[in-house]
């Protein structure tokens, strides 16, 4: 009995030790820790609670372990999605953006070549702002007022020598008669110079101690910026005086060979092609360049035939509406072109063919839009990289910032005024400029001379009555 009583007075103590170790260990409890024999009535309760417990336990912990391992994808599955509503956003936005630059720019392009001359300046004075910023620390800014606008001072003088410069070439005939015009014309250079000349002692003279690394910096980025862009941006401007053709054309061919390129590439594409943007390839590359040569030559058939078109500028006050006359360039009209013996069994045998000789300047401005112009988008992703941005601003929602969709344009332009001046402009002799150098280098009394001698000349060939020549030598003073 006294075993039996010490079993029985033992019991609640492993009971507790049982449930203790449940609840802490979570471990099982064996049926032979406690004697059958010696049981009370109690016993197999507390073993069954206890397995109860454990049971309880060991399911609650497998639950948390699963709903531990299921977050991570919960978490996932909800980025995903958010980045998906993101990229659907940025496609809605980059898509009526799109549409509204394509509405825009047909716009300016039918109200006429002033509107498109100022949509070009405001390129470059986007561009510029934009390429600027990337290097600009404003925290020095300022402790250094004068940095930034020591900036746009030389933006404005670079405008000013260059479109002033346009506006004398293009249009001697009204500069060089006027009166208060004629001393801006004939010392345009001269002043241009001079007002660099004030920029650039204004920044010597602002240079200070511990920010000399910052402000020469500046200065590089500044001159860099007006050669990459402004400069190349104004012979932009020079091709729109020859004809819309020759800066529409261009401008075209990039955007083309932009979009072709994505569509071969995701196409065809295996074969990385530079490693400045992993993304391009060659397949796209080539295929671009295929299909920038046959939209150039649809482009060539279709503007061709307009006249506002392909005639140099002659009045800024000109538009698609209210009509241009001119004698169009001799490139635009068909001629023969002897066929190389070698591709003349392509030919069925014939020595010659006709057709616009525009056409054979199209294919080669195709062939630098997509072989040449590409590397300008290449040096400004590299660029990018150097300051670590992904854009260069974002001034067009969803696309980021102008030089963003100008990288490639500049180069493009530039190239189309050297070609177009080498290749196709015809160098003869005109009015204005005998008359630009009669005015700048004939003294007053040679150009009197001058006007007597031709007025007497028009006389002879019954051209103008005699009663003129009188009249010039009465006014002479």
Request: charged share 15%.
């Given at each position: 009995?006294?075993?039996?009583?010490?079993?029985?007075?033992?019991?609640?103590?492993?009971?507790?030790?049982?449930?203790?170790?449940?609840?802490?260990?979570?471990?099982?409890?064996?049926?032979?820790?406690?004697?059958?024999?010696?049981?009370?009535?109690?016993?197999?309760?507390?073993?069954?609670?206890?397995?109860?417990?454990?049971?309880?336990?060991?399911?609650?912990?497998?639950?948390?372990?699963?709903?531990?391992?299921?977050?991570?994808?919960?978490?996932?599955?909800?980025?995903?999605?958010?980045?998906?509503?993101?990229?659907?956003?940025?496609?809605?936005?980059?898509?009526?953006?799109?549409?509204?630059?394509?509405?825009?720019?047909?716009?300016?392009?039918?109200?006429?070549?002033?509107?498109?001359?100022?949509?070009?300046?405001?390129?470059?004075?986007?561009?510029?702002?934009?390429?600027?910023?990337?290097?600009?620390?404003?925290?020095?800014?300022?402790?250094?007022?004068?940095?930034?606008?020591?900036?746009?001072?030389?933006?404005?003088?670079?405008?000013?020598?260059?479109?002033?410069?346009?506006?004398?070439?293009?249009?001697?005939?009204?500069?060089?008669?006027?009166?208060?015009?004629?001393?801006?014309?004939?010392?345009?250079?001269?002043?241009?110079?001079?007002l660099y000349i004030i920029g650039f002692i204004f920044f010597v003279s602002s240079l200070e101690k511990n920010h000399y690394r910052f402000q020469?910096?500046?200065?590089?980025?500044?001159?860099?910026?007006?050669?990459?862009?402004?400069?190349?941006?104004?012979?932009?401007?020079?091709?729109?005086?020859?004809?819309?053709?020759?800066?529409?054309?261009?401008?075209?061919?990039?955007?083309?060979?932009?979009?072709?390129?994505?569509?071969?590439?995701?196409?065809?594409?295996?074969?990385?092609?530079?490693?400045?943007?992993?993304?391009?390839?060659?397949?796209?590359?080539?295929?671009?360049?295929?299909?920038?040569?046959?939209?150039?030559?649809?482009?060539?058939?279709?503007?061709?035939?307009?006249?506002?078109?392909?005639?140099?500028?002659?009045?800024?006050?000109?538009?698609?509406?209210?009509?241009?006359?001119?004698?169009?360039?001799?490139?635009?009209?068909?001629?023969?072109?002897?066929?190389?013996?070698?591709?003349?069994?392509?030919?069925?045998?014939?020595?010659?063919?006709?057709?616009?000789?525009?056409?054979?300047?199209?294919?080669?401005?195709?062939?630098?839009?997509?072989?040449?112009?590409?590397?300008?988008?290449?040096?400004?992703?590299?660029?990018?990289?150097?300051?670590?941005?992904?854009?260069?601003?974002?001034?067009?929602?969803?696309?980021?910032?102008?030089?963003?969709?100008?990288?490639?344009?500049?180069?493009?332009?530039?190239?189309?005024?050297?070609?177009?001046?080498?290749?196709?402009?015809?160098?003869?002799?005109?009015?204005?400029?005998?008359?630009?150098?009669?005015?700048?280098?004939?003294?007053?009394?040679?150009?009197?001379?001058?006007?007597?001698?031709?007025?007497?000349?028009?006389?002879?060939?019954?051209?103008?009555?005699?009663?003129?020549?009188?009249?010039?030598?009465?006014?002479?003073?």
């Open positions: 009995m006294s075993d039996t009583n010490n079993n029985n007075n033992n019991i609640p103590n492993r009971q507790s030790t049982t449930a203790s170790s449940a609840q802490a260990a979570n471990a099982s409890v064996s049926e032979k820790s406690i004697p059958l024999e010696s049981s009370s009535s109690s016993s197999p309760q507390i073993n069954l609670q206890s397995k109860e417990s454990t049971i309880e336990l060991t399911e609650s912990n497998e639950l948390n372990q699963k709903n531990t391992q299921d977050a991570p994808d919960t978490i996932t599955i909800t980025v995903a999605a958010a980045e998906k509503e993101k990229k659907r956003q940025n496609f809605v936005v980059r898509t009526i953006w799109t549409i509204v630059m394509i509405a825009g720019f047909f716009l300016i392009l039918a109200a006429g070549h002033i509107w498109i001359i100022a949509l070009i300046v405001l390129i470059q004075v986007l561009t510029f702002k934009e390429v600027i910023n990337l290097a600009t620390e404003p925290s020095r800014e300022k402790k250094l007022p004068w940095v930034r606008s020591l900036n746009w001072y030389f933006l404005a003088t670079t405008i000013y020598f260059l479109e002033g410069e346009s506006v004398i070439y293009y249009f001697k005939h009204v500069v060089l008669v006027d009166a208060y015009l004629l001393p801006l014309a004939t010392h345009h250079r001269f002043f241009s110079y001079c020469f910096t500046q200065f590089c980025i500044t001159h860099m910026t007006l050669l990459l862009v402004v400069i190349q941006a104004h012979f932009i401007v020079r091709n729109i005086f020859s004809g819309i053709f020759w800066f529409f054309v261009p401008a075209a061919l990039v955007i083309t060979n932009d979009i072709f390129a994505y569509l071969c590439g995701i196409t065809f594409g295996h074969t990385p092609l530079i490693k400045i943007s992993p993304k391009k390839t060659v397949e796209g590359f080539i295929g671009a360049w295929i299909c920038t040569i046959f939209m150039g030559l649809i482009l060539v058939f279709i503007l061709g035939r307009f006249k506002y078109f392909i005639c140099p500028i002659s009045d800024l006050g000109i538009n698609a509406f209210t009509g241009i006359d001119c004698t169009p360039n001799a490139v635009f009209f068909p001629s023969a072109h002897r066929i190389p013996s070698l591709f003349q069994p392509l030919f069925f045998g014939m020595d010659t063919v006709v057709f616009p000789t525009i056409y054979i300047h199209v294919t080669a401005l195709a062939t630098f839009a997509s072989l040449i112009a590409p590397f300008g988008g290449f040096f400004a992703s590299g660029l990018k990289r150097t300051f670590k941005v992904k854009d260069f601003g974002d001034t067009i929602p969803g696309h980021g910032g102008i030089t963003d969709r100008m990288d490639c344009q500049f180069l493009m332009g530039f190239f189309s005024y050297l070609y177009y001046d080498t290749f196709v402009a015809s160098h003869n002799v005109s009015i204005t400029s005998l008359l630009q150098s009669a005015i700048v280098n004939l003294s007053h009394d040679q150009q009197t001379q001058l006007a007597l001698a031709l007025v007497r000349y028009l006389v002879s060939k019954n051209i103008l009555a005699e009663s003129a020549i009188a009249s010039i030598e009465n006014s002479v003073i």
